[in-house]
């Protein structure tokens, strides 16, 4: 199939007049300029599907549910907003319950639904633990760090850990040579640890500035990992969890190493109401997810393409760097080669943005 439009983003440039040429699933082509065979006619710009490393959920449902049904609607919530590439992420749970967990994801990582799952917990600090249940936060260990890997048969892409916690530099380094990404979050580390736990092979900084330090001046994890020419930075883009000025600064500091990820809770897609992350009990109002008990933050109901579209129309991104931040990104830290930008070879997973909203190109 050729399909022609307007714009597209390619290899790091906005080119006009653009066609495709699709084979079996995957860019057999690309070309300027209009084409006689063209079937199908875009007006914006053409973008690469979206990857999201961080996400709990939507449609009313978790990743973490053991009924195949419910993770599916999870899934097409988030692939109806542009996610072609879907990471799912398992909150805190005992460990009996994580390995249940787990094996429910596995036959869709081997199906290719997920690309993979992100444990964000149970390896957290107590002090900010956030939506975690704090009873249930744990050391990380390296053998039980080897025995959890274990159970994903290949499936878990991502472990977060607080880095200031006993093993857990020892945990990292393994995560590190076994192709594993080693995230830092949820802690209390101070800049030394968090510089050790980089040294050590973290790649990746969980929501920043969300369940850490905050920026106040002086050195800090946070100033740490900003000024760090290698660690990419989580973003949870939704007006809610990173204030105006700290995004300003990583347009400044860090745009190239800047993720956005969802970090989205069973809401997305859905209503406000009553909710639940775990055992613990959220409510949602105008959008914005709380726990009950103390009022903090409990995710976010973002989909991708709200979390995009308010990198540039809010904070005055360049389409190219949104793109950026949203696919090429991720996909490079986590060695993903077919997708993550538009380029001959990768797959066609392909959105369209017309200016305000985003749309799914199936073929």
Known sequence: MIITAARAVIEDQERRDIWLDIRDGLIHEIGNGPHPSAERKFPGTLIPGFVDIHCHGGGGYYFSNL????????????????????????VTADLEQLKAQIEA?????????????????????????????????????????????GWGQGSIAMVTIAPELEGALESIAWLASQGIIAAIGHTDADADTARAAIDAGAQ?????????????GGQSMATEVLEDSEISLELINDGTHVPVNVIEILKNSALGRTILVTDAMSAAGGDDGKYLIGDLAVEVKDSVARLVSNGALAGSTLTMERAFINFIFKDGVDIVDAV??????????????NVGSLNVGKKASILHFDGKKIELITF
Do not use: W
């Open 67 to 90: 009924n195949a049904d419910q993770i599916r609607i999870a899934i097409d919530i988030h692939r109806k907003a542009g996610t072609t590439t879907q990471y799912a992420s398992l």
């Open 105 to 149: 994801l596995i036959p869709f990582v081997q199906s290719g639904d997920l690309a993979g799952i992100h444990l964000e917990g149970p390896y957290l600090s107590r002090a900010k633990c956030g939506a975690h249940a704090p009873e249930l936060l744990r050391a990380p260990h390296l053998e039980e760090i080897k025995t959890v890997i």
């Open 204 to 216: 990746v900084v969980t929501h920043f500035t969300n369940a850490m330090a905050k920026m106040v």
């Open 324 to 337: 950026h931040a949203s696919s090429t990104r991720a996909a490079q830290i986590f060695g993903l080669k």
